[in-house]
């Protein structure tokens, strides 16, 4: 027990002091005409990967356009940094009723 709570506060300080140095990377799947998860939560300066399992080809895009994939193709991957805070709608190029929404803290 002792050991185990020693590994969480070495685990939450390594990720107080790693925070600014090692972005997180999320992914997103863009399967069955689908994001998944459609609603994602991620820090500033996160990556996003979205990753195309369709056989149609798809993209990741900002309402604002401030970010986008361009479209991919089966298998092929879109990587994306998320700069600022905000809530970010994004939808796909290809099929306009395809949407997601990334909410950037
Ligand atoms: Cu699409």
Redesign the pocket.
Known sequence: MKLFSKTILTTLLLGVFSGSVFAAEHKVA?QG?AFSPAELTVAVGDTVVFTNQ?G????GTANDTSFDTGILSKGESGNITLTKAGTLNYF????PM?KGKIIVK
Do not use: E, N, R, T
């Open positions: 863009i005409m369709d149609a080809p798809h993209s796909c190029v290809v099929h395809m």
